[in-house]
């Protein structure tokens, strides 16, 4: 079964019209309630920093254990500042969230804590991932379309039959290789920091839908940012 | 293509030596390295410990941000002793860990991180996820094939033929539903003290080998058997 060409922009709309929604909803249903989170945390550990020499050792291993909790559920206190600015479920996290949840990579670095947020994800995933996978088929076939019009033209210009094939699909999985492992890699390890173990190991763990989220994009760009930020505020006190 | 019953248990036999060789090489590659960091981070909080009232706010606030650093790399440091007993890497995590790869679910909670086991990572997948596949495939056929018999049987015991196999498939989907969503919700929310909608979400998003990670079976357990043992150390002290 082939689409037109209006069949495929509305494929390719309906798609990205279900990612925005979802992305949306999810930005309403978890956004309040980690800001709760993070208030607690930054009291938390503001109380702790005005006190600790007054504390005993126990006390102190209490706030340790507190705080390993606290990142268990996602919120990273590294800000001497509680602010509005630093929400996890900002609309480019939802998107980013709803994207890897309905590729069923699922990273995991953010995940719905309400429980209305959980229930609204297994059901936006029970269409979502169906949709997805359409929407991946229908690329699948144009690229093999594409393929073989490739194969065709080289046949007019004279190639053999069967060396046009085994050109053309031999074009397609060295670009396939270049577009999805290489160039990310370089990329990657270029703009975080990693090494080429590393920026291999994420890319493949990305395009697998393994997804272990160990390796996230901008998590270790942020993660110096608030290190910056944080040894600044200090200093300035 | 149907396999015959040697062929079968081959295909199952197989694909649990690719688990279990798995299991044993990514232990063998992630086991030192994590005692090696464990070391590191006990050594650092005992450092913290000892010596937090004569510290000032800034190093204290430094310590946090080390712990953070740890807990980001899979170390929990709950415990007061430093002991061999605590690896994430003993042999049934390393097979669960290779389970949840080869299904694409990834939950993340255990992941390698030197650059061999990132490397074996790779190419363990690149063969061991069409190896799950097509071990799925093959016991899905058997299902399909077990499906055709009740109908058949059905139809035989004087049930019309559509009612037959409307029956029969809504037999296994309820079954379905029942073994694989429902039973291990209860199951799960009665270990875990988890809620109905935490169990289900669990469940689907295993299922659907999303495998964000936030929630893991016995992770609360170690957590709460930690906390216990961290405190009666505390009062036996």
Chains 1, 2 share one sequence.
Not at 201 to 221: E, N, Q, R
Request: hydrophobic share 50%; with cysteine.
């Amino acid at each position: 079964m082939f689409y037109s060409r209006a069949q495929s922009c509305m494929l390719a709309a309906g798609y990205l019209a279900y990612l925005l929604v979802g992305a949306l909803i999810f930005q309403v249903l978890e956004k309040d309630a980690e800001r709760l989170q993070q208030g607690i945390t930054f009291r938390m550990k503001e109380d702790f920093l005005k006190n600790f020499t007054s504390l005993s050792a126990v006390e102190v291993n209490i706030f340790v254990e507190n705080l390993m909790e606290t990142i268990r559920r996602g919120i990273y206190p590294a800000e001497n500042e509680f602010s509005d600015e630093h929400n996890n479920w900002d609309f480019s996290n939802s998107f980013f969230f709803v994207g890897s949840m309905l590729s069923t990579i699922g990273y995991g670095n953010l995940s719905p804590k309400t429980a209305g947020g959980q229930l609204f994800c297994v059901f936006f995933a029970l269409f979502g991932i169906p949709l997805n996978i359409v929407f991946l088929q229908h690329i699948g076939k144009m690229l093999s379309m594409v393929c073989e019009r490739l194969a065709k033209w080289l046949y007019r210009k004279g190639v053999k039959k069967k060396t046009a094939r085994g050109l053309t699909l031999l074009f397609f999985l060295v670009m396939g290789i270049l577009v999805f492992l290489c160039v990310p890699s370089v990329i990657i390890r270029k703009i975080e920091g990693w090494s080429y173990s590393e920026a291999i190991y994420f890319a493949f763990i990305t395009l697998s839908t393994i997804g272990f989220g160990d390796y996230m994009i901008g998590k270790y760009v942020t993660f110096s940012k608030q290190y910056f930020l944080f040894g600044s505020g200090w200093l300035l006190q």
